[in-house]
């Protein structure tokens, strides 16, 4: 009985909410138990968004010094990792605006690279070399994309975030979430048509 | 193709479709060879977009974020909204600025108000009182001097406030118009006693009783009204000297 009810209350405690409640009176460690918790989330999304590890990572860093900065800022009705995304977004956006020539210019053929040498399958280097250039086709596409475009298929087909986080995040509602996603599928698709339908 | 067709289709493509109307635009995408080539499109779109979630590891440290903040100095602000409590300071500046307003008032009327005159025939010598005598100093305009003849006796000087004079240098002939509120004191004759017993220590040796301020025209208003008028009577005096002051 004492013991169901200790563990409810570790539970309740161990809540992004409680950890969050930790860090605004200044236990830092409640901080790096969120950002233990939600690092890989918001590198992933970061790299998705940048092409880059090294952005990526000088992202997850901005975005948590700022999270932390703003801790009073958060309410507790959303969930910790939204915030946090919702962070990440407009640090991209901010990121992508500063350095979009080169992003543009040297990443693409740097992760092109990248992918030849790192992914595949060995056994079969005819199909790799096809599923490779196919990537890199959807890479240079996805990241040719306007922001909000890039970002909403980010979070819904690579991420695979559910409409209502997405809702939060982007800051609209459901059905504008969804709406969002059509028009950049939409727009994604007519960037690589032209350059998939070359083979077909 | 329509935009609401293809929407259709990316959502078949994408799996947000119930299966009833999957199998159902299933069915139809069969006879139609360009919808059959969007939809493989999105579907490889799809799986495409699936493999792109593949990433290398970070390299991120808590110490790098450790660093990071501490770097900035960045402390996490306090809960409590400090907004509130700078609206404070408004009403309260406020408040002070209202007693300062009636304060100065209080003192700038003050200093406008009626003055004793103790004359002699080289020098005037001016001294100001506040209280003790009852004049109104409102209607002062600068040409004239208004006393208010009120029944009260009580508003007088007392020794103590008269000017503190060295009897060494003292001016034979210095004159005083007003009453002081001693019994030893004669205002018919202006003097007093040579041995009175509440003189104050600058003794006047020889007091002389002679109109003081002349030039200033005095005023006395009664309570009494006018019955055509209705105002109040006034009496302008040539001088003061036939003023009583203080009852």
Redesign the interface.
């Known amino acids: 009985m004492g013991y169901d009810a200790s563990l409810s209350g570790r539970m309740e405690l161990d809540t992004d909410v409680a950890l969050v409640k930790k ?4 236990d ?1 460690r409640a901080f ?1 138990q969120l ?2 918790r939600h ?2 989330l918001v ?2 999304f970061a ?2 968004m940048t092409s880059r ?1 090294d952005d ?2 000088d992202i ?3 975005a ?2 700022r999270a ?5 800022r958060y309410r507790d009705e959303a969930k910790f990792t939204t915030w946090l995304l919702r962070i990440v977004t407009n640090l991209c956006t901010d990121q992508a605006r500063m350095s979009q020539r080169r992003l543009a210019l040297e990443q693409q053929e740097a992760a092109g690279a990248l992918d030849w040498m ?2 595949g399958d060995v056994e079969d280097p005819v199909k790799n070399l096809e ?1 490779d250039r ?2 890199v086709v ?2 240079k596409a ?1 990241n040719a994309l306007p922001m909000h475009h890039k970002s909403v ?1 980010i979070l819904r ?3 695979e975030r559910e409409y209502p986080d997405m809702a939060s995040i982007l800051g609209c509602t459901v059905g504008g979430a969804k709406l969002r996603v ?1 028009r950049a ?2 727009a ?2 007519e960037r ?2 032209p350059l ?1 339908g070359e083979d077909r | 193709m329509k ?1 609401k067709f ?2 259709k289709l ?2 078949l493509a ?1 799996g947000e479709l119930n299966s009833d109307e999957a199998a159902r635009l299933e069915r139809e995408v069969q006879s139609d060879p360009e919808a059959l080539r ?1 939809l493989s ?2 579907k ?3 799986s ?9 590891e ?3 440290s ?1 110490e ?3 660093d ?2 501490l770097t ?1 100095g ?6 409590r909204p400090v907004s509130n409590r700078t609206w404070l300071w408004m009403p309260a500046a406020a408040c002070a600025l209202g007693f300062a307003l009636m304060y100065g008032q209080g003192m700038f009327r003050h200093s406008a108000g009626p003055k004793l005159v103790i004359n002699s025939d080289q020098a005037g010598l001016h001294s100001t009182i506040k209280s003790p005598i009852e004049f109104d100093p409102k209607p002062t305009d600068g040409s004239k001097l208004v006393a208010v003849n009120t029944p009260k006796p009580s508003a007088s000087l007392t020794k103590d406030m008269l000017p503190k004079v060295d009897p060494d240098e003292v001016d034979p002939r210095i004159l005083v118009s007003v009453p002081i509120n001693d019994d030893s004191y004669d205002p018919d004759l202006g003097k007093m006693p040579e041995n009175g017993p509440s003189a104050p220590s600058g003794t006047l040796a020889s007091i002389e009783h002679k109109p003081a301020a002349t030039s200033v025209p005095i005023v006395l208003i009664d309570q009494d009204t006018d019955q055509q008028t209705g105002a109040c009577k006034a009496t302008e005096v040539g001088s003061s000297s036939n003023v009583l002051v203080g009852g």
């Open positions: 860090a605004r009176d200044g830092f790096e950002f233990d690092r890989n590198y992933r790299y998705q590890r990526a990572e997850v860093q901005e948590f010094v932390y900065q703003n801790l009073h790192t992914s599923e196919r990537k959807l890479r996805l298929i087909d690579i991420e059509l599928r939409r994604l698709k690589i048509a998939l | 935009g293809e929407d990316a959502k994408f969007t499109m999105y490889d779109m799809r495409g977009l699936r493999s792109l979630s593949d990433i290398p970070d390299q991120f808590k790098r974020l450790r990071a903040i900035q960045l402390k996490p602000v306090p809960t």
